[in-house]
């Protein structure tokens, strides 16, 4: 049995690790081990209300900052694992300090992905990942003020929409021909564009930024289509990579983030990965799947600290995430990658919809828009990979529990 | 004031497995009928405040709030499952005759 508990990255994934071993009676040391300076928070809020300056910071905790003490949890925050040594079981710290481990969880989260632009390093563009990140657009968010967005993923789109709804003039841009395109496909990005319109925000798609121009602070956007678009500040969100620097040399396979298999451990014997980080075999749809969503930091994070005390349970969790964005509430659950039909419950012009991906016959993935009933009650039908009446499924007055119940 | 026992909702208008909100006295609270019993709590979310009523989902005894995931327990008020961290308020509710009875 595992004696020394390391964790490395103090994110929400970590946190979760380290609360669920202490809740569940582990023994030993646990150790928590994090660069950002502070106690573990949740993300979600940053692009949302937190950003738009609707609720403090102490509400994005994972737990208070006294938790950790007084759960037996030690804590070395501004801390940075600079290498993992796998065989000889420690991780090392950037002032080379050694900390040994029996076992080992790897949620280092992703960075930033970054693009090098003509003009990228002029003040006043931004990325988002971190509070500090947030803190800084938040100075920048002034009602008038014109602001540019670079990318229409969810932390694009959400972005955009804050900003939007605190006064501020947004144009968005993306390469795609939607928000969202590349996991929800032209139809449901559409309906994403439309909102994205109808309160305000300019969208432009299928063109890309060439250059940011400006002398210290960046005053335009420049794209390959020849528009300029003049601003005071921009937000680039064009994804994330796994962070992986400390792992050279470590021995433990990387493909897309750490390789770990469904019991979330690595090709190393006691070292597992989890989060944002963790290209994790998927039971279910028996494939890896590499998530960057809350959920899953939480319960992939709960899921590794209870195989590294020895229990064998597969996480097959059917992955979920939501965007709220304006008052409109998008949910989406399963996984997919690309889809043979995609069959939807009311209209996709209509403000409401269940929009399910299907492929043969089964549904793999679906996204809600406002119907929060109806994606978690699809989940079950998801995950149970059974073949499915797409009448039924398309029917609104059929209630998507009974499509799973039957036998 | 002090708390006491409101008529509130004839318990014919609660459907079995369902659950509605009314206003007691100023307070917007949800009312559900798990196989004939009856539980009453703060009709907002303590997460980002959607109607339990419109939103919940129930399974047994937790209501999942379907805008964000956050699970509760109705009849302490629990939270089960976040991202929701504060419990949820629950009143105490009595039948009488035909009508229930929500203590606030």
Redesign the interface.
């Given at each position: 049995m595992a004696r020394r508990f390391v964790i490395v990255g103090a994110s929400l994934t970590g946190a979760t690790a380290a609360i669920t071993l202490r809740e569940e009676g582990a023994d030993g040391t646990v150790t928590l081990i994090g660069a950002e300076h502070g106690p573990p928070y949740e993300r979600p809020p940053l692009s949302k209300a937190y950003l738009r300056g609707e609720v403090p910071f102490d509400k994005a905790l994972v737990r208070p900052a006294a938790f950790y003490a007084e759960h037996g949890i030690e804590t070395m925050f501004g801390t940075r694992v600079t290498r993992i040594d796998s065989s000889a079981r420690f991780v090392e710290l950037e002032d080379h300090r050694r900390v040994e481990f029996d076992a080992l969880l790897i949620a280092t989260g992703g960075r930033n992905r970054r693009v090098s632009i003509p003009g990228g390093d002029l003040e006043g563009i931004y990325g988002l990942r971190t509070v500090q990140d947030a803190d800084r657009i938040r100075e920048e968010m002034v009602t008038g003020r014109r602001a540019v967005v670079v990318g229409m993923g969810f932390i694009g789109s959400e972005v955009a929409a804050s900003l939007q709804q605190k006064g501020l003039n947004v144009v968005a841009i993306d390469p795609a021909k939607t928000p969202l395109f590349r996991v929800l496909g032209e139809a449901v990005g559409q309906t994403i564009a439309d909102l994205h319109r109808a309160h305000g925000v300019r969208t432009i798609f299928e063109d890309t930024v060439a250059a940011f121009e400006g002398t210290r602070r960046v005053h335009a956007v420049v794209t390959r289509g020849g528009l300029r678009l003049e601003c005071d500040f921009v937000v680039v969100g064009i994804g994330i990579e796994p962070a992986l620097d400390m792992l050279d040399g470590s021995g433990i396979v990387l493909d897309n983030g750490v390789v770990v298999d469904e019991y979330c451990e690595t090709n190393v014997s006691g070292v597992y990965a989890a989060g944002d980080v963790a290209n994790h075999y998927h039971p279910i749809f028996n494939r890896r799947i590499r998530v960057e969503h809350w959920q899953n930091a939480i319960k992939q994070g709960a899921a590794a600290a209870r195989n590294m005390r020895g229990k064998r349970i597969a996480y097959d969790e059917i992955h979920w995430f939501w965007s709220d964005q304006y008052d409109a509430n998008l949910q989406y659950a399963g996984f997919h990658t690309k889809w043979e039909q995609l069959v939807v419950r009311g209209r996709l012009d209509s403000g409401s919809y269940l929009a399910c991906y299907v492929n043969d016959g089964r549904v793999d993935a679906a996204v809600g828009l406002n119907r929060g009933k109806d994606v978690r009650r699809v989940m079950p039908l998801i995950k149970s990979r059974r073949a499915v009446d797409l009448e039924l499924l398309r029917d609104e007055s059929v209630d998507l529990r009974s499509l799973h119940a039957s036998p | 004031m002090a708390s006491e026992f409101v008529t509130a909702i004839k318990t014919s208008e609660i459907p079995a497995g369902g659950i509605t909100a009314i206003d007691v006295r100023g307070t917007r609270v949800a009312v559900a009928n798990i196989g004939g019993t009856y539980y009453a709590f703060d009709d907002a979310c303590t997460h980002?405040q959607?109607s339990l009523a419109e939103?919940g989902?129930l399974a047994g005894t937790t209501v999942?709030?379907?805008?964000?995931?956050s699970e509760f327990d109705v009849r302490t008020g629990k939270v089960l499952a976040?991202?929701a961290?504060l419990p949820l308020k629950v009143y105490p509710v009595q039948v009488a005759g035909d009508s229930l009875q929500i203590e606030v």
């Open positions: - | 980002e959607c939103e989902e999942t709030c379907t805008c964000h995931g976040s991202p961290t």
